[in-house]
């Protein structure tokens, strides 16, 4: 059985009723000791190093009344990379008698250290911050930079939450069958459009030329 769980798309109470599903029978989760969740605070935009070493303290102890004890991680993707450099170490050392599961939205910001430590299980159905555009082009990826400036043009003006929205649809492409061959030149997509999202977060910079700058150099691929 696999130790480690990363789930993502669909909505919150479906993520969490697949974790109860792959959880040992008659597990309680509410006022058990051997059950820890983690998520990010109405306060906060991330989930820190902080909250990891809790993570770390509560996996060294054995079971009090369980077989296993489950560490519950929501927001996943609002881990810092602090906080996700210090969770890979307890991915790599967490023992039998641990389960821990990780899931959100979508996993574009996780380390692929962390991706490649974890079984990967994805719901179906719409993620729940994610809203599709109608005119979004289904094979973004295999369109010619003239064609994906054009569909650049055809957005209008949006506000930078809606174009992040946008990236986070173009990299869930990257995540079809199809497309699963062309490791090199999705990393390298990826880690593009995921530096795009942080930088467009962070600083206040023009959307739509951060966005043309993208474009003009995204790898292409060919089928």
Not at 99 to 107: A, G, P, S, V
């Amino acid at each position: 059985m696999s130790k480690t769980f990363l789930i993502y798309n669909s909505n919150s109470k479906n993520r969490l009723e697949k974790i109860k599903e792959l959880s040992p029978e008659n597990f309680k989760f509410e006022n058990n000791p051997d059950y820890l969740h983690i998520e990010r605070s109405a306060t906060k935009k991330s989930i820190g190093i902080e909250e990891v070493k809790i993570l770390g303290q509560f996996l060294q102890t054995r079971p009090l009344s369980n077989k296993v004890k489950i560490a519950h991680i929501s927001n996943f993707s609002s881990l810092t990379t602090e906080a996700q450099n210090s969770l890979l170490k307890i991915l790599e050392e967490h023992s039998d008698l641990s389960i821990i599961f990780l899931e959100d939205d979508y996993i574009f910001d996780a380390l692929p250290t962390i991706i490649s430590r974890c079984m990967l299980i994805k719901l179906e159905g719409e993620s729940e911050e994610t809203e599709k555009n109608e005119n979004f082009p289904e094979n973004f990826f295999e369109l010619s930079i003239t064609e994906k400036l054009n569909w650049l043009d055809k957005t209008g003006k949006i506000s930078k939450e809606e174009m992040i929205n946008l990236l986070h649809q173009i990299m869930s492409q990257l995540r079809q069958e199809k497309y699963q061959k062309f490791k090199n030149e999705n990393k390298f997509n990826l880690d593009l459009i995921t530096q795009t999202c942080e930088n467009l977060g962070k600083y206040n910079l023009n959307t739509k030329l951060i966005v043309e700058n993208l474009v003009l150099n995204l790898k292409v691929i060919v089928l």
